[in-house]
């Protein structure tokens, strides 16, 4: 099975910078996916991190560490659009499924 | 570029009767999902399919059928709608293979209300 964890919420100032953690316990893996999601809205993708590492998109980046079972979502230059939930999810590398298991999801609330 | 959509996107039922949310896709992906996303839960897989006429349960399958004729189309249906099962319903697709980061695509959702 799999356990993912993420901090429920977190608040920052626009123009600032924020981390959102997630840590994962998983039998298997093959890779860690960020989803962003506004309210009333569908998931969207947002990063895919399979290596450790740093994966820079933009004002995104994505940072992953296998041994650790650990990832971030770094957002730059907050802007009050960037208020959403960001959802972790995992994808297996056992039993033959590939389908990811979600985290519950951190809340973001940016103020100006 | 229809991609993936839902219908209802909104549905008032009431306490036993059946419900049926459909899902349609366009990319002919070979993975279809049903979720369900409550607060406090996130998102919850029901049941998905792997091709036509392969199905599998998820985490949360009990009170929940699904199937799948066609490769564009998977229904989910609620064979008698408890309160319990009132929540925000997202559909989505994929193509997921060994080995790569192909990821979910989601509907825009259907919120449903059992009263």
């Known amino acids: 099975g799999q356990n993912i964890d993420q901090p429920t919420e977190m608040t920052a100032t626009e123009g600032a910078i924020v981390q959102i953690n997630c840590t994962y316990q998983?039998?298997?893996?093959?890779?860690l996916f960020w989803y962003q999601q506004h309210a009333g809205e569908a998931p969207t993708f947002l990063s895919y991190?399979?290596?450790?590492g740093l994966e820079e998109k933009g004002r995104f980046s994505s940072f992953l560490s296998r041994s650790k079972g650990y990832s971030y979502l770094l957002l730059k230059e907050l802007q009050m659009k960037d208020s959403a939930s960001y959802l972790c999810a995992v994808r297996p590398a056992s039993g033959g499924s590939y389908i990811p298991t979600f985290g519950r999801g951190t809340s973001l609330i940016v103020h100006p | 570029d229809a991609g993936i959509t839902q219908s209802p996107r909104y549905k008032i039922t009431e306490t036993g009767r059946q419900v049926t949310l459909m899902c349609h896709q366009t990319w002919s992906h070979s993975y279809m999902f049903w979720y369900r996303q409550d607060l406090g839960h996130g998102l919850r897989l029901i049941y998905y399919?792997?091709?036509?006429?392969?199905?599998d349960k998820g985490e949360v399958p009990d009170g929940y059928v699904v199937s799948r004729s066609k490769t564009e189309n998977f229904p989910l249906t609620l064979e008698s709608a408890t309160r319990s099962q009132t929540s925000v319903y997202f559909c989505a697709s994929s193509e997921l293979t060994a080995g790569s980061g192909n990821t979910i695509y989601f509907g825009e959702g259907s919120w449903l209300t059992v009263v």
């Open positions: 998983t039998s298997g893996f093959n890779g």
């Open positions: 991190n399979v290596l450790d």
């Open positions: 399919s792997a091709a036509a006429d392969i199905t």
